[in-house]
């Protein structure tokens, strides 16, 4: 079977998050660059993602389900940390922070349950919801999101697997 060629901007296709996630190989490398910026411009910037972090940190920091999973509570400065992996992906249209070792160390020494991802996303929807988030936009972005929680929850199970950490299929421990 012959293989497929793949996009030069394959790695952009998370992003590109129109009518849902779907894959952006009939759009060109430009096309794909200018959705990026349009869904930057639409969903207000760094502002927004400013406001947005650090409204999601406040709700998490009274949080009994997520604080758990944060042994340092300087919400501030996870905010700030948050506010700066969405600029550099959406405004900087730069991926390799979705690769970024760090942040998958950052979600290693902990097992994220199904419980605890399914609140981020809650807190994450209402601090959108709390600012008005602008639409489509949001919702694209919350669906972008969906996907790097649950790779960032793969990443704290391996970890805990590689750490001899027996647990069920939500995360629980054994």
């Given amino acids: 079977m012959p293989s497929k060629a793949?996009?030069?901007?394959?790695?952009?296709v998370l992003i590109?998050?129109?009518?849902?996630?779907?894959?952006?190989?009939?759009?060109?490398?430009?096309e794909v660059d200018k959705k990026v910026g349009d869904f930057y411009a639409g969903i207000g910037?760094?502002?927004?993602?400013?406001?947005l972090a650090t409204r999601f940190y406040e709700l998490v920091s009274r949080d009994e389900v997520l604080v758990p999973l944060f042994p340092v509570h300087d919400w501030a400065r996870h905010a700030e940390r948050l506010t700066a992996h969405y600029v550099q992906i959406y405004g900087n249209n730069d991926l390799t922070?979705?690769?970024d070792p760090r942040l998958?160390?950052?979600?290693?020494?902990?097992?994220?349950?199904?419980?605890?991802?399914?609140?981020?996303?809650?807190?994450?929807?209402?601090?959108?919801?709390?600012l008005g988030a602008p639409e489509p936009h949001f919702t694209e972005f919350l669906t972008i999101m969906k996907i790097a929680s649950g790779e960032m929850m793969a990443v704290s199970r391996g970890a805990a697997i590689?750490?001899?950490?027996?647990?069920?299929?939500?995360?629980t421990p054994r």
Avoid at 6 to 12: N, Q, R
Avoid at 45 to 51: D, H, S, T
């Fill in 6 to 12: 793949v996009p030069e901007h394959d790695g952009k």
């Fill in 97 to 99: 922070a979705a690769w």
């Fill in 162 to 171: 590689a750490r001899g950490v027996r647990f069920h299929w939500d995360g």
């Fill in 104 to 130: 998958h160390q950052a979600h290693s020494h902990m097992l994220i349950t199904r419980e605890q991802r399914l609140r981020w996303l809650a807190l994450m929807k209402e601090a959108g919801a709390s």
């Fill in 45 to 51: 910037g760094e502002p927004f993602f400013r406001a």
């Fill in 16 to 30: 590109v998050a129109d009518e849902g996630v779907r894959p952006a190989e009939h759009m060109t490398p430009a």
